[in-house]
């Protein structure tokens, strides 16, 4: 069970970095596909280790 634990809390760091990084950079439209595809790749990245 403690593992799964850890699984949920690094997603949810995960989630908070990302809502982070969006909520600085208030990019055109076109550019929000770019960069939300970077930031799932990350976050998949992330949760992996």
Not at 3 to 10: A, F, I, M, Q, Y
Not at 12 to 26: G, P, W, Y
């Amino acid at each position: 069970m403690r593992g799964l634990h850890v699984l949920d809390g690094d997603l949810e760091v995960a989630h908070l970095k990302n809502r982070r990084i969006l909520t600085k950079r208030r990019l055109h439209v076109r550019h929000a596909t770019t960069l939300l595809r970077a930031l799932r790749f990350l976050t998949a990245i992330e949760i992996a280790r």
